[in-house]
């Protein structure tokens, strides 16, 4: 029943295109037209001596997440609740805890998909390296996963209906791009502003794929305040979220 529930499940998102390009193409695009501009080409003082296009990569990495766990994903599973889908499935076998893994599985592997196609586009087209570290960068990308979409469910438990879940979506969305580095990214901040984003989730996941990217495993520190994310959020979850 499970595999039946994601199997459908992944038919009806590749059914949608405007998640299917914000979540994994939309990353690969801004990657892209930042590496277009010819000053981020060339060595920056700001960023450690690295390109801007090269502390870009990162960040383009966690937006797809973003935008998977915190955007898609809670409207998703709460057009579900409003629409009383959930209700009538606790009448079936197929229990709602099926969808809610499925849901899980789908925007999870599209957020690990627009990973890997930014990794891919960034080193094709500009020539960034690999990940150095290539076991502690998928540690740290697959707990980054995770704490996304433990924030989705929370966002979820909190929605009634839609709008509500695109109103908190969106309150939550832009901090966390903050975070990432999206207007910043977290190797130019200032010192204490890096150690404070450094607490939250996609803050501490930057400095963890920073490190994995230079090559050095990422710190344990980092590692561990998603960990500590991943357990606070999935408990609230678990706490907060109704079927019905």
């Known amino acids: 029943m499970s595999t039946a529930v994601l199997r459908t499940e992944a038919r009806l998102f590749r059914r949608e295109p405007g998640a299917l390009f914000w979540i994994l193409l939309f990353p690969t695009v801004l990657l892209v037209i930042l590496g277009s501009i ?19 990569v990162p960040v383009t990495v ?9 955007q898609s994903m809670p409207q998703t599973l709460t057009g579900y609740r409003e629409r009383g889908i959930l209700r009538r499935m606790s009448a079936t076998p197929v229990r709602p805890s099926a969808l809610l893994f499925a849901q899980m599985v789908v925007y999870g592997g599209a957020a690990l998909a627009s990973a890997l196609l930014a990794l891919v586009v960034g080193r094709a087209a500009f020539a960034v390296r690999l990940p150095g570290q290539p076991a502690g960068y998928l540690l740290a990308l697959l707990l980054t996963v995770l704490a996304a979409l433990a ?24 901090p966390a791009m903050f975070c990432a580095g999206v207007w910043m990214p977290v190797q130019s901040m200032p010192d204490a502003l890096a150690r404070a984003v450094g607490y939250t989730p996609f803050g501490a996941a930057a400095e963890a794929l920073n490190q994995a990217a230079a090559g050095d495993w990422p710190g344990w520190g980092h590692l561990g305040v998603l960990v500590v994310w991943i357990l606070l959020l999935t408990g609230a979850a678990a706490r907060w979220f109704r079927w019905e």
Not at 62 to 70: D, T
Request: proline share 6%; aromatic share 10%.
């Open 38 to 56: 010819p000053s981020f080409r060339r060595p920056d003082g700001d960023f450690g001596g690295l390109r801007p296009v090269d502390a870009y």
């Open 62 to 70: 966690l937006l797809g997440l973003i935008v998977g766990g915190i």
């Open 151 to 174: 924030l989705g469910a929370v966002v979820s438990s909190l929605s009634r209906t839609t709008k509500i879940a695109g109103a908190i979506g969106s309150a939550v969305f832009f």
